[in-house]
């Protein structure tokens, strides 16, 4: 095979397609109320074509080859750590194409112009000027020009020519660490990464497209890759759009400040209204133009910069890239949600006069921001959805990599103070106000620095933090001299329905999960959040994030958020009997010394001062979060039957039989611990087959590795525990990066889960790994992919993405 694609090899594959029955059909209707709304469907392309402009029977975009892109090239080409920022999950992404800048830099001293997708640029010659080079043919020329000008082509034939073994693991050659260095060859450089990178063709570390799909995708490329129209936004969205756009632009000041405070809390995620299509989701964006008008999205860094016009508007733009599980959290709009805001924001009784500063100093610190609106108000806001806004951390561009996560343990629980305390202390709720008041300075967050921050200026707010906390211990204890020891009654109890009272956090080393209730077998430690802690949260990790910014800013939100940590763990030990804290929190913090002992030994949490919480026994941790789950009630969720089994039959009674009688088997592995956990890695789904193929079950795999302390940014596996480790065993899917899959036959599983136990030596594990698990190089690999994503949209609805390979393992 020359360097030119052979016309000759797709010719074969049209004739297997033809022999196979394997024909086209397009099908699509234009969208009046879409481009009413918001403009041309895409932004200005080469390749965008009128629907009359595809002959009948022609490949179609959206019929044909998203669906081939979505289900084999999203899995790692999404996102901001797409390689190369190569997003293949819309239009506009396999328009824009790729560039050799990283996004991810932890060294990087000066900060880069932006690059997100939809926004910093709106036009292929935009993204050019920005240096990001095509995937596709930009030069007129024959059909084989077509393809030997699309550097897309050109790496699925790579795969095609050099294509991977079928068995065993991957060579050493491929790299499949977070942090590798990235070959992004252009097309005219792509000879030269052939020769270097034979083996390195598209999908990259995994079996290639088959034949059906690889003739399709070259068949459109061939044609001119052309891009159809994207099928139209319902009837009802447009009505939806329309009320809720109509509410955010109200003119009065409250309403305008209101809608600024949520914009800058909704602003990342996905947003929903409940009861439409699953597919139809929402970015809440600033906008130059009215409602009725295309939007014209304002493209500032950060949600609180200062738009740079005098009037702008809140508006929905449609979410037009495939929706992926590591970004994926949604907030569902509802006609309760906007009663809710009226109930909260609007009949309650207090007066706007002014709307706050873009400045940094203000517009960083939402307690100035905001100072208008009662803090009560915005905590509530907060605790109504807090899965989603713990979410805003944890799937946004803040997460990713060990070092971004190892500021938290790999699992832990969540609860909340009840806004104002207690029943029945209304002088409680004063003094907190006026406490948190006269806090404004020490809270202040590294954002409100702006550029200015520079290298070392984390000493600054690390110094503030640290004073907060010394400042709250001594108010928690001027409470606990007044009112009493903190008492469950001071936890919000989700006012007895609501689930996002309790949270489990899971950290799969460089990702992590938050999902509602307490999954899981007691936790090492537990957090109980109040408004301070959960509104910097989201300053800090999300609203203030810049990923595209220089080292400077990382470092300092890495170290800040080291002070969330133990202020939400300061705030738990309170409800412990006070001769129990300081025990627990040395157990937390082992081989610590040196300077940053001075702040992590300090006992900030009412060190003599006595809970209020009743202990009946002397397991104090395991008793209080069993008193949690009876006042949360409802609230609380349904309990792990499977990781907090305390009777011999732990059955549930939703499940099926056949599910009842596998479930015994997990609850076995779930008890699990240290080093007959070897074999697993953080994430792993298992597909139990069953003799019925559409009655398979999954469950998933989490491993929660034990350290001595979370302290560092660097040298996890010196500071590991491995012996402490343990397993939690999930019913269904959680997490969005699996690390492996494992296929087991239902009567394999007794054998299946005493091999996990008693694994021993590498051979051991290869036998394990060659006949249990599903390895990169398994031909069959791709259809376990598309099997699990299946089973997740049906498990998970609206919730739902598709899930990320760039971290599957090479075992």
Not at 41 to 65: F, M
């Amino acid at each position: 095979m020359n360097k030119y694609i052979s016309t000759k090899v797709y010719t074969i594959l049209a004739v297997l397609m033809i022999i196979s029955g394997c024909t086209t059909v397009y099908q699509s209707v234009k969208s009046p109320d879409f481009e009413a709304l918001y403009g041309p469907s895409k932004p200005k392309q080469r390749y965008l074509i009128e629907d009359t402009d595809l002959a009948q029977g022609a490949i179609s975009y959206h019929n044909d080859i998203k669906p081939i892109l979505d289900s084999r090239c999203v899995a790692c080409h999404a996102c901001y750590d797409a390689p190369c920022q190569l997003k293949l999950g819309s239009t506009a992404g396999i328009d824009r194409g790729a560039t050799k800048q990283l996004v991810y830099d932890g060294g990087r001293l000066k900060a880069i112009e932006p690059t997100r997708l939809f926004i910093d640029a709106i036009n292929t010659q935009g993204w050019r000027d920005k240096e990001f080079y095509p995937v596709l043919n930009e030069r007129k020329g024959s059909t084989q020009a077509a393809l030997n000008n699309s550097l897309l082509a050109k790496l699925i034939q790579l795969k095609r020519d050099k294509p991977l073994p079928d068995t065993g693991k991957l060579a050493d050659s491929f790299d499949l660490s977070l942090e590798r260095t990235l070959e992004c060859p252009t097309v005219e450089e792509f000879d030269k990464y052939k020769n270097k990178h034979p083996d390195w063709g598209m999908p990259y570390a995994m079996p290639g497209l088959s034949l059906k799909q690889e003739y399709t995708l070259m068949t459109w490329l061939q044609e001119g890759a052309k891009f159809d129209a994207q099928p139209p936004l319902s009837v009802v969205a447009v009505a939806a759009i329309k009320q809720w756009e109509h509410f955010f632009n109200r003119p009065s000041l409250k309403q305008k400040l209101v809608s600024r405070y949520i914009y800058e809390h909704l602003f990342i995620g996905h947003i929903h209204f409940k009861g439409q299509a699953d597919e139809e989701f929402y970015r809440m964006v600033r906008s130059t133009t009215p409602p009725g008008q295309p939007v014209n999205e304002i493209a500032t860094l950060l949600p609180y910069d200062d738009p740079g016009v005098t009037e702008f508007y809140y508006r929905l733009r449609p979410v037009e890239a495939t929706i992926v599980e590591k970004t994926h959290f949604v907030y569902e709009l509802s006609k309760d949600k906007m009663q809710r805001y009226d109930e909260l924001f609007f009949q309650a009784d207090y007066s706007v006069t002014k709307l706050p500063s873009y400045q940094a100093e203000i517009a960083a610190s939402p307690f100035l921001a905001f100072a208008e609106i009662p803090y009560l108000l915005r905590y509530q806001f907060l605790l109504d959805d807090a899965q989603y806004f713990v979410s805003g951390f944890i799937k946004g561009p803040v997460c990713r990599g060990q070092m971004a996560l190892d500021s938290i343990r790999d699992r832990f629980w969540i609860a909340f103070f009840k806004p104002g305390g207690a029943k029945g202390q209304p002088d409680k709720a004063k003094a907190l106000h006026n406490f948190l008041t006269k806090q404004y300075a020490t809270l202040s967050l590294p954002g409100t620095a702006g550029h200015k921050l520079g290298l070392f200026g984390f000493h600054k707010y690390d110094d503030l933090a640290e004073q907060y906390l010394k400042n709250k211990d001594a108010f928690a204890n001027h409470l606990i001299e007044e009112f009493g020891g903190f008492q469950m009654e001071d936890i919000w109890d989700g006012e007895g329905s609501n689930q996002n009272a309790a949270l489990t956090v899971f950290r799969h080393f460089d990702s992590a999960t938050v999902v509602t209730g307490l999954v899981g077998d007691i936790p090492l430690t537990g957090w109980v959040v109040d408004y301070p802690i959960f509104e910097r949260l989201h300053y800090l990790l999300v609203a203030g994030f810049d990923v595209y910014s220089s080292v400077d800013h990382q470092l300092a939100s890495r170290k800040y958020m080291d002070f969330f940590r133990m202020d939400g763990e300061n705030n738990f030990l309170r409800f412990m009997p006070a001769d129990q804290r300081k025990e627990m929190h040395d157990s937390w913090y082992k081989g610590i010394s040196g300077k940053i002992a001075s702040y992590i030994d300090t006992p900030y949490y009412s060190a003599g001062y006595e809970t209020g919480v009743n202990y009946q026994t002397t397991r104090y941790k395991k008793e209080f979060f069993n008193q949690l789950r009876q006042r949360l009630g409802k609230a609380a969720g349904d309990k792990d039957i499977l990781n907090q089994c305390d009777e011999e039959a732990c059955i549930s009674k939703e499940a099926s039989s056949l599910q009842q009688d596998i479930d015994v088997f997990m609850r076995k592995l779930a008890q699990f611990k240290g080093h007959e956990l070897d074999v697993l890695p953080e994430m792993s789904l298992v597909r139990v087959r069953t003799k019925q193929e559409h009655s398979d079950l999954v469950y998933t795999l989490l491993l929660n590795k034990s350290l001595e302390n979370i302290t560092f940014m660097i040298g996890e596996d010196d500071r590991r525990e491995r012996g402490l480790d343990t397993l939690t065993v999930i019913p269904g899917f959680l997490g969005s990066y699996p690390n492996f899959f494992f296929n087991v036959q239902e009567e394999q599983l007794p054998e299946f889960i005493e091999a996990i136990k008693h694994i021993q030596s590498s051979d051991d594990k290869e036998a394990f790994y060659s006949k249990y698990g599903i390895r990169r190089t398994n031909p069959e690999i791709w259809q376990y992919v598309d099997w699990f994503n299946a089973q997740h949209k049906k498990y998970r609805g609206v919730r739902a993405g598709l899930f990320d390979l760039n971290r599957y393992h090479n075992l």
